[in-house]
């Protein structure tokens, strides 16, 4: 169990932090650059779930996100193979599995490319998706130089198509999606959209 009595250090003043294994790391180097980019994701939900109170079920999966993504980051913390530490397993991308399944059930085929925004709760749902992309590239950067779990970038794929499902339920189940016009900018007001 974590157990945290002094949150002030100083350990990290020169530019560098621990992992979970006591190694010192710079803060800039791509270990720790997916954990910031993990940090802003969850602190995302965060902001989400202020506006899905009245919608038990999907702040319920949000509550759940916000958890796996600290498992998530317990997963990068420890490089290496640590015997019995936290890892993310199929079991996890399962769960995401369900959810999609559960949660785009009720929703109608898509014809066009939805653009972010809609209701003010499906515009965050929308800013927690990109960002969850966002620490999937930079997990992708750190496989690259270095062995990590596949599931990882597995579940943060997973978990940015979540968000966008739950945006669509957000958005009155689709009813109010912003749907991308080819061009349509360019078109004039008073011209049909095709």
Request: contains cysteine; charged residues 25%.
């Amino acid at each position: 169990m974590v157990k945290l009595d002094k949150i002030v250090t100083r350990g990290g003043d020169h530019g560098e932090t621990s992992l979970g294994d006591g190694e010192r790391i710079r803060k800039d180097a791509a270990r720790i650059n997916a954990l910031g980019a993990l940090d802003e994701a969850n602190a995302s939900l965060g902001i989400l779930r202020l506006h899905t109170h009245d919608q038990p079920d999907i702040d319920a999966c949000l509550a759940d996100l916000q958890n796996d993504l600290f498992d998530v980051g317990a997963d990068i913390a420890v490089p290496g193979e640590m015997g019995e530490r936290l890892r993310i397993t199929d079991a996890y991308l399962a769960g995401l599995d369900e959810m999609i399944e559960r949660l785009n059930a009720h929703l109608p085929a898509l014809r066009s490319f939805v653009l972010p925004g809609g209701t003010q709760a499906a515009a965050y749902a929308h800013l927690a998706r990109t960002i969850i992309r966002r620490a999937e590239r930079d997990l992708v950067a750190l496989h690259a130089a270095t062995p990590i779990n596949p599931n990882l970038v597995r579940y943060l794929n997973r978990a940015s198509d979540v968000l966008f499902i739950i945006a669509r339920t957000l958005n009155d189940l689709g009813r109010a999606d912003i749907l991308w016009r080819p061009g349509g900018a360019r078109q004039s007001p008073s011209a049909p959209a095709t």
